[in-house]
């Protein structure tokens, strides 16, 4: 259930410049990780109208970011928004061993859409102290601070700090032990206060053994529990995360608007639909014409695709 924005452009390319031509692929590099540029041969070649699309796409794309964030873990937003204020407003010493430590933090959670391994899927080991980042947390402007209504510097930290620091609190991003309860052992946000064993059986419930082609249930939604009551909270306009969904819209129709071809224009079309009512039998539309879609140099995809930050 993990939104997938991701774009790629320019399906015909061409070689530039010579073999001796040199190039620096790397942009940077720490902890396990290093950031690669890459060329993209054939962009200029494109019109300004298939440039004009790919900016929309992208923006939409963009639009999703905070989406994943949240799907990977609850307390990921927060947490995110608390030390890029930390980042940007820190007067102290920004070659002191803890701060160093901190910005390393940042960029891994930059970098996997939250506090656990993009690939392991455990939670990130912080450099820097309780400490520091309590001292830190307390000198920022209260207005940086990502506060829910009535919370305090002191109350943020409480809440944070054990998700940050205690490596027993939401130990696994997803949890795939066998003989664990599954759901309850993931710190994915797909699910709030529901068992593995309700999860299977809410959507089991759903499916009908003689439909030949099934929605994938439970793709663009999460399940919570409210007064001992499981409810289904879809992802679409109107719903949840409703408000990055209708910027994501609005890129979208912009994309529309200057769109290739007609197969292109009526892919993002239903992606719109999708997005508008949460219905998955229009996803599925969506899906088999995007896969139709030969004629388009600029492809794309977008939506909730993948589902391995999923525990089930």
Known sequence: MVIATTLTSCKETKKIGTEAEEFDYTVEQFADLQLLRYRVPGFEELSLKQKELVYYLTQAA??????LFDQNGKYNLVIRRTLEALYAEYKGDRDDT???GLEVYLKRIWFSNGIHHHYGSEK?????????????????DASKLPFIEGQTAEQLCKDIFPVIFDTNVMPKRVNQTDG???????A?????????QEAEAFYNAKKNPNDETP???????????EEGVIKEKVWKVGGLYTQAIEKIIYWLRKAEAVAENNKQKAVITKLIAFYETGDLKTFDDYSISWVEDLDSRIDFVNGFIENYGDPL
């Open 215 to 225: 929605v994938s249930y439970g793709l663009n939604s999460r399940l919570v529990k």
């Open 180 to 186: 664990e309860d599954l759901v309850l052992t993931s």
């Open 188 to 196: 994915a946000n797909y699910y709030e206060g529901v068992t593995q």
């Open 98 to 100: 803890n701060f160093t």
């Open 124 to 140: 990130f080991v912080p450099a820097f102290t309780p400490e520091f980042l309590k001292q830190a947390i307390l000198k920022l």
């Open 62 to 67: 963009l639009e999703g970011r905070d989406i």
